[in-house]
T-cell receptor
Framework: DTGVSQNPRHKITKRGQNVTFRCDPISEHNRLYWYRQTLGQGPEFLTY????????KSRLLSDRFSAERPKGSFSTLEIQRTEQGDSAMYLC????????????FGPGTRLTVT | AQSVTQPDIHITVSEGASLELRCNYS??????LFWYVQSPGQGLQLLLK??????LVQGIKGFEAEFKRSQSSFNLRKPSVHWSDAAEYFCAMNTGTASKLTFGTGTRLQVTL
């Protein structure tokens, strides 16, 4: 169990640029989640994959956001035309099936939009 | 609406003192409940979870939590706090088959020596 990894750990970008983040889940986990966390708040659910299928998206996920999980392994989260309001910590988590298994979280990618 | 409330934004305790962090949930049935800890620069780490059975659950690092259905609460406790426990603590629940988590806003714990 090498844990969930995320890259990059930090990203500074100018407003209007596109950014892409990567998440590598624990290899035997078939579920993968993206959350966003802003200062002073708990993580908020963005989207969720089971294997390669994206099964749920939050209303927080505007059209500028897209997530993929090709082949059911790693996942990418892309934000197009970034806005200052996108500045946040983006957390990835993975789990096996079942409600009670709990999430294993990665260290997060901190995005700053200037 | 489903929600998790952590009424205390910030708590300060002395090292060696006992700790209780409050968590209340709003949901029509019994959800699955979790406590996570987040240290600066670290990811969220699962401390403990409850989904059925004994209402007092034991977790890692000496933490425990008690589920009280009548109060819709799932408070986290530790009998003797260590300086290394200083961190942000999040209560979370999941209610659907997708197992996504709904988090509270967190409680920041400061430990004085």
């Amino acid at each position: 169990d090498t844990g969930v990894s995320q890259n990059p750990r930090h990203k500074i970008t100018k407003r209007g640029q596109n950014v892409t983040f990567r998440c590598d889940p624990i290899s035997e986990h078939n579920r993968l989640y993206w959350y966003r966390q802003t200062l002073g708040q708990g993580p908020e659910f963005l989207t969720y994959f089971q294997n390669e299928a994206q099964l749920e998206k939050s209303r927080l996920l505007s059209d500028r956001f897209s997530a993929e999980r090709p082949k059911g392994s790693f996942s990418t989260l892309e934000i197009q035309r970034t806005e200052q309001g996108d500045s946040a910590m983006y957390l990835c988590a993975s789990s096996s099936e079942g409600r009670g298994t709990g999430h294993h979280f990665g260290p997060g990618t901190r995005l700053t939009v200037t | 609406a489903q929600s998790v409330t952590q009424p205390d934004i910030h708590i300060t305790v002395s090292e060696g003192a006992s700790l209780e962090l409050r968590c209340n949930y709003s949901y029509g049935a019994t959800p699955y409940l979790f406590w996570y800890v987040q240290s600066p620069g670290q990811g969220l780490q699962l401390l403990l979870k409850y989904f059925s059975g004994d209402t007092l659950v034991q977790g890692i690092k000496g933490f425990e939590a008690e589920f009280k259905r009548s109060q819709s609460s799932f408070n986290l406790r530790k009998p003797s706090v260590h300086w290394s426990d200083a961190a942000e603590y999040f209560c979370a629940m999941n209610t659907g088959t997708a197992s996504k988590l709904t988090f509270g806003t967190g409680t920041r714990l400061q430990v004085t020596l």
